[in-house]
């Protein structure tokens, strides 16, 4: 399959929607003879800060001149984001490669009479055959949904991270905050270390489930520590105490209050892996912080107005946003084009993140479990909100009503935050 050809067979996949199950992708990889087994892996989960923690972990490795794969999801703009060698992304065609290759061991499936494998489950395989055919020596992998159920979660990592547990997709992972943190806590294997910033019953949880696996946990203002001191140069200045492991004063390239932990966390796992490999060290640590990029999480794009584009999805992540925005923009009045899944927690992400001294204009994300731009603004107090009939037209209201002085910030799901990004750098 070419690379156009390679989207219509996953757009086909995509039907079969997520369904959570190990059976299936362990029987594609072991007809592709387990290419998961041939690099070392650290495995990344978490409610909220899984991908800038992946992408933090991933260029320390390539700072170190540790050759590795990241394979993260959702995309922003297109397939290939999702596997990355040394921070490049694989090309259109070798992405097609490895899908094509993939789907002879899928149709070997079938016909066999087993279940059809998800989109997500064959793109998962083809990343690790992907990384095993390039020689990478680590990969850091980010769990889809959850993490018991996931199939990312057939590796046996170096070391498992759990960056944070909050409620999030209770129709997959159960109702309540103890079900979900027992699916996060699911990528802890025998043996394998844990580093998390998890608090409370679910910190609780992980514990149980490390002990009962005699797996050591590391966690976050027990065993590490990290504190803000402010920003300067356009970076996070902080500084981070990782116990017996070392100390450091970092200047962060990623934006954002939380991000101050979910570094902690990246450096803490980083530091743990240089007992093994000596080539990571704080040095390496520090020249890949100062540098890394997560695109579409906290962006700030200057210009009239500013915008910031950040793909907050659930309540945890809009509460973050909004003191980020406080922490960076004091005082500043806010111009919001939001758009949310119908599937998510519209009215919590709207009381975390939206004002009443706020103007609002609602748009619709790209995907069919998109809630209405009427459906949002019905939800919504505040002193300006107007619905938008595309993406586009959303945007360009926004920054009317801003102004050239103005402060836009486009939110709300990572669907919204790939297509804005396109429309806001022309691409």
Known sequence: MNYEQTLAYLENLSKFGINLGMARIERLLELMQH??????????????????TTAMLSAILTASGVKNGMYTSPHLHDYPERMVVNGQEITRDEFAQAITYTNKFVEQMLADGFEQPTEFEVITAAAFYYFAAVGVEYAVIEVGLGGLLDSTNVII????????????????????????????????????????????????????????????????????????????????????DAGGLGQAEIALNIIGCHQVENGAVAVETALLLGTKE?????QTIKSALTTVCWPGRFEIVPGSPVIIIDGAHNPDGARVLRQNLDLVFPGREITFALGILRDKDVAGIIRELIRTTDTVVTVQPLSYRAATPEEIAREIEARHVEAASTIEAGIERAKQLAGSDGLVCVAGSLYLIGEARQIIFNK
Request: net charge positive; with cysteine; charged share 20%.
């Open 278 to 282: 000596s080539r990571i060290t704080l």
């Open 35 to 52: 290419p998961e087994h041939r690099f070392k892996s650290i495995h990344v989960t978490g409610t909220n800060g899984k991908g800038s």
């Open 157 to 240: 990592p170096e070391i498992s991270v759990i960056t944070n547990v909050t409620l999030e997709h209770t129709d997959r992972c159960g109702s309540t905050i103890a079900d979900v943190a027992r699916h996060k806590a699911g990528i802890i294997k025998d043996g394998v270390p844990v580093v998390t910033a998890a608090k409370g019953e679910p910190l609780d949880i992980i514990k149980q489930t490390a002990a009962a696996k005699g797996a050591s946990v590391y966690v976050k203002d027990e065993d590490f520590s990290s504190n803000f001191q402010g920003l300067a140069n356009g970076k996070q200045q902080m500084f981070i």
